[in-house]
């Protein structure tokens, strides 16, 4: 269901993509800091330097349970020729050692407990006679037979191996993964500076929609578009608030966006931007905010509209309404909302991986616009290479399409047609193919 028109009579006012995603990100900044605790500020962006207060770990330790000796008491070691020292004690991990580990004596140490200042090396229970002796806990031994010769700082974990003190271990604008949260937990922090999920208002209009659990009714279907726009907003890091249906007046849209404005930060509609006689929502940008309407040379989803609303208490709110067909609600979010809202949650990495594909089939773009296909890509390891089928029918509410997918392959604004087995770019969004072109690219280094 193509509408083939002559490029000549595109309208004048379309623009790229890029010029219309630089205009709507000139309007978004990172929101402020708020304290949260570690596990709550997982996928949010640091928004402040952290600094080591102290030394991690903070003090030596033993990497392995055995004896803490002097390895030069251990000089010359074998199986055959094994030396003998005496035992003064048992630590655990937790607890430390006041007394002295003199020359020829060893001290019984567990994994994680600190080294006595005078030991230097550990020689692990299994390169001493520790198995071939009763259980400590029945009777402790009053020496050991030592089988090696231990380099000085063998199984030693060195104070500030991992961090030292007054480091800066974590720069502001760090994305906070799983590893991060357990780094700021080895500094002694349980919470930290971040900046805030934007809160986002998602607001459906159109006669037409109803919320899934009614029932159906002659000339009505579902709203989708309010809950894939949610679920959207969830993946990258907002908190959504769907709020009910504005039907296709201006009193309606009007009183919905008021309501959303008490406190969202940005306010995503669907729907009412294009030309139809009820398409209201530009019309209560138009009257109530500062407004932008674009046709924006992709496909789909071409009509966008973005404004600014001021709220009662000064502050300024953007608003984007996006297409109302639901693939193009989605693509338009991808392209536009999903960058302003990495960049109010102080994220730039809002570009998807960009990788050349071989085209198993034709990518036709009849007019001129860039065309977002949807496309599962998969990776061929023997001809390293990636290879771009379509998802089958490419209309903008073909919805399912957007399931079957895990990239957009893109035909070009000045491209007629990409061919089969020609290349094109491909925008990958599953990681798990991103990282599986990555390690055919360079294998792994070796691991210790
Ligand atoms: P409009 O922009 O209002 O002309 O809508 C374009 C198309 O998208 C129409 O076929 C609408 O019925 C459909 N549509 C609009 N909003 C939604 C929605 N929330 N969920 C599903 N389809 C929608
Ligand atoms: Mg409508």
């Not at 953007?318 to 994220?347: C, D, I, K, Q």
Request: net charge negative.
């Amino acid at each position: 269901m193509t509408t083939t028109q002559p490029r000549s009579i595109l309208p004048a006012g379309m623009i790229s993509v890029e010029k219309a995603r630089a205009r709507i990100l000139a309007h978004f900044a990172p929101l402020p800091a708020v304290e949260l605790p570690l596990v709550d500020a997982l996928g949010l962006v640091l928004a402040e330097d952290v600094r080591a207060g102290f030394d991690v770990p903070p003090a030596a330790n033993t990497s392995m349970d055995g004896y803490a000796v002097r390895a030069a008491d251990t000089a010359g070691a074998t199986p055959a020729d094994p030396r003998t020292l005496h035992v003064v004690g048992y630590l655990a991990a937790g607890s430390a050692f006041a007394g002295e580990v003199a020359a020829g004596e060893a001290l019984r140490i567990m994994t994680g407990a600190p080294m006595p200042h005078s030991a230097d090396a550990v020689v692990p229970f299994e390169e001493t006679d520790e198995q071939e002796r009763g259980r400590w806990t029945d009777a402790p031994h009053p020496t050991v037979r030592i089988d090696v010769a231990a380099r000085p700082g063998a199984n030693v974990r060195n104070a500030g191996e991992d961090v030292r003190a007054g480091e800066r271990v974590l720069p502001a604008g760090t994305l906070l993964r799983a590893a991060h949260v357990g780094v700021l937990a080895s500094l002694g922090l349980d919470r930290v500076g971040v900046h805030r999920r934007p809160r986002v208002a998602v607001i459906s209009t159109g006669d037409e929609l109803l919320r899934p659990g009614e029932p159906l009714a002659p000339g009505k279907i579902y709203d989708a578009n309010a809950f894939s726009l949610a679920a959207a907003v969830r993946e990258c890091g907002g908190e959504p608030r769907v709020l009910d249906v504005a039907r296709d007046t201006v009193e309606a849209v009007t009183a919905r966006i008021h309501d959303a404005l008490r406190e969202a930060d940005v306010l995503i509609t669907s729907a009412g931007v294009s030309r139809g006689d009820f398409d209201v929502v530009k019309d209560v940008l138009a009257r109530e905010g500062e407004v932008g309407f674009w046709t924006v040379r992709m496909r789909p989803g071409k009509p966008l509209a973005f404004g600014r609303f001021r709220t009662a208490d000064g502050r300024t709110v953007p608003h984007l309404g996006l297409p109302g067909n639901p693939v193009s609600a989605l693509m338009t979010f991808e392209l536009f909302a999903r960058p302003a809202l990495f960049t109010m949650l102080g994220r730039s990495d809002w570009q998807r991986p960009v990788a050349r594909a071989v085209a198993a089939e034709r990518i036709v773009n009849p007019d001129g616009r860039r065309f977002f296909a949807r496309a599962f890509v998969s990776f061929d390891s023997a001809a390293q290479r990636y290879i771009a089928r379509l998802t089958g029918p490419q209309g903008s509410g073909v919805l399912t399409s957007m399931t079957l997918a895990n990239a957009y392959a893109i035909c070009p604004e000045d491209v007629p047609a990409i061919e089969p087995g020609e290349q094109c770019d491909v925008w990958l969004f599953d990681e798990a193919l991103v990282a599986a072109a990555a390690a055919h690219a360079a294998p792994a280094a070796a691991d210790d």
